[in-house]
């Protein structure tokens, strides 16, 4: 069995840890979906899928790496709502 060279130890950590952050930021898309949801009750605007992406777009720019992945997360999961809704 031939040895790992460094390099290819750190890629391969490197990969782990972004699988790892990807699948813990999707724990938080509820999280996220809920408060835009309350953010857009507060202004009394209409809560529309298109207001509720628009606004969880805008602000997964400002979150850290893993929330981010919930952001992204919470956005295609309604998306594909709609998809299956129209």
Do not use: H, Y
């Not at 031939?2 to 699948?23: D, I, M």
Request: aromatic share 4%; proline share 3%.
């Amino acid at each position: 069995m031939a040895k790992k060279t460094p390099e290819q130890l750190a890629r391969e950590f490197e990969g782990r840890k972004a699988k790892g952050l990807a699948k813990g930021g999707a724990a938080f898309w509820p999280n996220i979906l809920a408060n835009a949801v309350l953010k857009l009750t507060a202004t009394r605007a209409a809560i529309t899928p298109e207001a509720l992406i628009e606004m969880i777009e805008r602000e997964s720019e400002a979150l850290d790496v893993s929330v981010k992945a919930g952001a992204t997360e919470a956005v295609a999961r309604l998306k594909q709502a709609v998809a299956k809704g129209a």
